[in-house]
Every structure is written in structure tokens, then in C-alpha cells.
């Protein structure tokens, strides 16, 4: 079992930045890619970004192009930058993982991000 717990949710203005933590433990070494999803109020969760290995291939939805950054470690940490944000981004950010060839399948338990007009 892999378990994952997201930090560094909050309230920002918009145009403001916040870093998102995620950090991994249990078996991580069956760990093959982790990735941040979000669901904004009545909406369905939607893929956000996507890093393979540490370090490795990242991938984003498009509408967080040029302002999110997605990164990891070896230290099983997950991080997620975000700037220049807008209200279209408030949700809850989960994190997620997966192992090689499966569907994402361990989450956390989310975080708010709240931005504010």
C-alpha cells in the first residue's frame, strides 16, 4: 500500500502563487508515476499534471500550461508550483499515484485552493 497526503492548500489572490506538497510512504518503490488531479465546485475531477520517475516526463492539462510546474524527489516528495492563478482554479488538488501500466489508483485526501477575485 502506498499512502499520500497533500499539504499547502490555502487562500490567495489572484495572480498570486501557491506551492503544492505531496508527501509518499509505504511501498513507494512500486511507485511508477504520481500526479496532481483537481475538482473544482460541481465539476468532475480532472486531470492537472503528471511526472514519471524523478524527475522524469512530465505532462499538463492545458490550461495550466506555462503556470504550474510539477516536480518530485528521491526523498518521495511531490511538489506542484502554481502561479499566476485565477478563480477558474479553485478546487480541491488531489495527489495520485500509479504503478507501471495501471490507472492512477492510491489518492490523498485532497486539498482546498481558494482564489479569490
Known amino acids: 500500500q502506498v499512502q499520500l497526503v497533500e499539504s499547502g492548500g490555502g487562500l490567495v489572490q489572484a495572480g498570486g502563487s501557491l506551492r503544492l506538497s505531496c508527501a509518499a510512504s509505504g511501498r513507494t518503490s512500486s511507485i511508477y508515476a504520481m500526479g496532481w488531479f483537481r475538482r473544482a465546485p460541481g465539476k468532475e475531477r480532472e486531470f492537472v499534471a503528471a511526472i514519471s520517475g524523478i524527475g522524469g516526463t512530465t505532462s499538463y492539462t492545458d490550461s495550466v500550461k506555462g503556470r504550474f510546474t510539477i516536480s518530485n524527489n528521491a526523498n518521495n516528495m511531490m511538489y506542484l508550483q502554481m502561479n499566476s492563478l485565477t478563480p477558474d482554479d479553485t478546487a480541491v488538488y488531489y495527489c495520485?499515484?500509479?504503478?507501471?501500466?495501471?490507472?492512477?489508483?492510491?489518492w490523498g485526501p485532497g486539498t482546498q485552493v481558494t482564489v479569490s477575485s
Open positions: 495520485a499515484a500509479r504503478r507501471a501500466g495501471g490507472a492512477f489508483y492510491y
